[in-house]
């Protein structure tokens, strides 16, 4: 792609002339953007990842048009600084600036690995500090209760009840459940197959195996139509269920069970990674389940065993 250069009007360009000329080199960014979007997308990025990210870089190239630079080397560190000033004026949280912040980064770096840019103006840019918060948690006779509010009676209720004994069976994220494909359970051996970015074969328990059972043989038949008849899991109206769907149910449940604190998919998937731990877990072997490429990631529940941790130093340690 040959560059775009003069975007200042010569003596001789008239004023028409300089926003025709800015328009064309407008596609310097936008070119680099949906090579950038191409590229995941050969990567088997998963569609709401590219989603995400084609919103944050939108959103910057928006800011930096209007800031009247129209190339990727024309953008100085000072634009990217004044853009995340700009989402913290707007009320956005420190971890959505921190996540546009890793979008612009990865945007730079394919810019010059493609020859799109020559320099990285976001290589000095720090993100901001963020504090982690505590994981919310439930006990497990909370999990109990959860689980017995969807109606049993009901076709829509059996897959809740599905939806909420499989997360917590299998900390799976939200995301590889709305993918989640028939041929990808073995309820006979009572594993599931994730089949995502980081794919694992994951065990199910009893409770898990029998309400799925029981929704594929007398809820499921309901909804399911032959554009998605490959799904586990379909709304009303016979479409693979939305990320959305799901946090609506597992909300739904928590207010019905009378857990005071907000319930979410990512609830369920804390539960499942702490009382492993709890239970006497390897971290290594939690870090598999959950599909963590990188230890440290899954380190964040081991704090939360301090209690177990303590048990254990003062049972075993000689002077404890």
Not at 45 to 62: K, Q, V
Not at 69 to 91: C, F, M, P, W
Not at 263 to 275: D, E, G, K, Y
Request: net charge positive; glycine share 4%; charged share 25%.
């Amino acid at each position: 792609m040959k560059p775009c250069k003069n975007l200042h009007p010569s003596p001789k360009m008239t004023m028409s002339d300089s926003r025709i000329k800015k328009h064309e080199c407008s596609n310097s960014l936008n070119m680099c953007l949906d090579a950038f979007v191409r590229y995941m997308k050969t990567k088997g990025r998963a569609a709401n990842t590219i989603e995400a990210y084609g919103h944050d870089l939108a959103r910057y190239i928006s800011f930096v048009n209007k800031m009247d630079v129209y190339e990727v080397d024309d953008i100085k560190q000072t634009t990217i600084s004044d853009h995340l000033q700009n989402l913290r004026a707007e009320g956005l949280s420190e971890s959505t600036i921190a996540r546009n912040l890793t979008s612009i980064k990865r945007l730079h770096r394919f810019a010059i690995l493609n020859r799109h840019g020559t320099h990285d103006p976001s290589d000095i840019v720090d993100a901001p500090k963020l504090t982690r918060k505590t994981p919310n948690l439930l006990d497990i006779n909370q999990v109990s209760l959860l689980m017995e509010t969807p109606d049993q009676s009901d076709p829509l209720g059996m897959r809740d009840r599905a939806i909420l004994e499989l997360l917590y069976a299998t900390g799976m994220r939200v995301s590889e459940l709305t993918n989640l494909r028939k041929d990808s359970l073995d309820l006979t051996r009572g594993t599931v197959h994730i089949s995502s970015q980081h794919p694992r074969q994951i065990p199910i328990g009893v409770p898990a195996k029998r309400a799925l059972k029981n929704y594929l043989r007398s809820g499921r038949i309901h909804h399911v139509n032959p554009s998605t008849v490959d799904f586990v899991f379909l709304n009303a109206q016979g479409s693979q269920l939305s990320r959305m769907s799901i946090w609506k149910i597992t909300k739904k449940a928590g207010k019905k069970a009378e857990i005071n604190s907000e319930v979410s998919p990512h609830t369920l998937r804390h539960c499942f990674a702490t009382h492993l731990l709890e239970g006497g877990a390897n971290l290594r072997d939690v870090q598999e389940l959950l599909g963590h490429t990188a230890i440290s990631t899954t380190q964040m529940y081991a704090p939360l065993n301090v209690s177990k941790i303590k048990q254990v130093h003062e049972t075993y340690h000689p002077r404890s």
